[in-house]
């Protein structure tokens, strides 16, 4: 087993393995200080890190936006499956979900002569105008005219504004 046999930097002479200065010269060997040389990151590096960092970014936005969306859709179906049972128990397929916080028997038992009296509130006389009434499926009932001009009443309130018709 050989040692490679080291020389000193300053004189040049054979060192002794462990020695910290030159037996010839008393030249300090542990003291090369390599302190003058600025460290430098190469690009790549940089380069490789930005990319992880920016992918990993990417990756949170999305499999956070993809985990809302599927909980929407979650409660979309499950709403949409205590409303089809809602339908089944009361035996009417009229009573149907709406997206606003009206109730179901709300809905139904809200009558043109009450959507008569809210448009008179507002202002608008459907009978002396002579407004053709029609009931839509979402329980409201909307009047309209001859010229394609309508007003809208809702069982909460007139265009949830009550007093303040809704034009098309």
Request: glycine share 8%; hydrophobic share 30%.
């Amino acid at each position: 087993m050989t040692k490679e046999t080291k020389f000193c930097p300053n004189c040049g002479s054979e060192i002794i393995e462990g020695s910290v200065f030159c037996p010839e010269c008393g030249f300090a060997l542990h003291l090369t200080n390599n302190s003058g040389k600025k460290r430098r990151i190469k690009p790549s590096v940089i380069a490789i890190v930005s990319l992880t960092a920016f992918l990993f970014i990417i990756g949170s936005f999305l499999l956070g936006y993809s985990s809302s969306t599927s909980n929407i859709e979650q409660s979309k179906s499950k709403i949409t499956a205590k409303n089809t049972d809602k339908t089944k128990s009361t035996g009417n397929s009229k009573v149907t979900s709406s997206s606003t916080k009206k109730s179901a028997v709300a809905v139904s038992k809200f009558t043109e002569k009450q959507a008569v009296v809210q448009l008179k509130k507002a202002g608008t006389d459907p009978d002396a105008q002579g407004l053709k009434p029609r009931h839509d499926s979402d329980g409201s009932w909307e009047f309209l005219d001859d010229n394609g001009m309508s007003w809208i009443a809702y069982p909460d309130g007139l265009n949830n504004f009550p007093g303040d018709p809704h034009y098309y």
